[in-house]
């Protein structure tokens, strides 16, 4: 099973883009955590949504992959996950929205995990 984790971050107007861009550096650097599945986790922002108003005013997303429930909550509780939130956006942040699923297993393959990409 895999677990795919999404998460859309919304920065407050005042936050310089200097720290966004740091902020993207910095979550990307999540990607080498033992936790997160194959290293896939990708970043992605700002958002080219048209019209703006549907994506809400969020401005960057996240997308990763875990084994299983175990392997995302190591994620969210490891250190650098702390370090990189609590440094780079919980300061700046006005919202932030996240949803964790379950790929079905027919699905893994889509993802390049099981079947003929294993």
């Known amino acids: 099973m895999t677990i795919t ?8 107007a005042d936050v ?9 550096s910095e979550i990307k650097t999540l990607k080498s955590l033992s936790c997160v599945k194959s290293q896939r986790l990708i970043v992605g922002g700002p958002s080219i ?23 995302l909550d190591a994620y969210q509780a490891s250190s ?16 932030l929205v996240r949803f964790d699923f379950e790929v079905d297993q027919m699905d893994e393959p889509l993802l390049g995990f099981g079947g003929i990409f294993n």
């Open 49 to 71: 949504t048209e019209p703006a108003e549907k994506s809400k005013g969020f401005q960057y997303a996240l997308v990763s992959y875990h084994e299983d429930r175990a392997a």
């Open 16 to 24: 310089a883009k200097e720290i966004r861009d740091k902020f993207l």
């Open 80 to 95: 650098e996950h702390e370090r990189v939130t609590a440094k780079y956006f919980i300061p700046y942040k006005e919202d």
């Open 5 to 12: 984790h999404i998460v859309l971050f919304k920065f407050r």
